[in-house]
């Protein structure tokens, strides 16, 4: 989106800044700066948890899940 700002035009965007997604993104940054240093590392580091994430078991029910620690707990 332009927008005429006296004799300049600049590009505002609106991002949504309070949200649970931001807050949820601002604690992996965080987590990750504690362990590794760098900005390609930093990267690394959440794309790796994130893809860990990816292949857990995901369950529609709460009594799948209790089912499913029930076996693991065994």
């Known amino acids: 989106m332009t927008v005429n700002s006296g004799s300049s035009d600049r590009k505002e965007f609106k991002i949504p800044l309070h949200t649970q997604t931001v807050e949820r993104v601002?604690?992996?940054?965080?987590?990750?700066?504690?362990?590794v240093c760098g900005v390609q590392?930093?990267?690394g580091f959440i794309r790796s948890r994130l893809l860990d994430r990816k292949y857990l078991p995901k369950?529609?029910?709460k009594r799948q899940y209790?089912?499913?620690?029930?076996?693991?707990?065994k």
Do not use: D, I, M
């Open 41 to 43: 590392e930093r990267e």
């Open 26 to 35: 601002v604690k992996k940054v965080t987590a990750a700066s504690k362990y």
């Open 66 to 73: 209790t089912s499913a620690t029930a076996v693991v707990q």
């Open 59 to 61: 369950f529609e029910t």
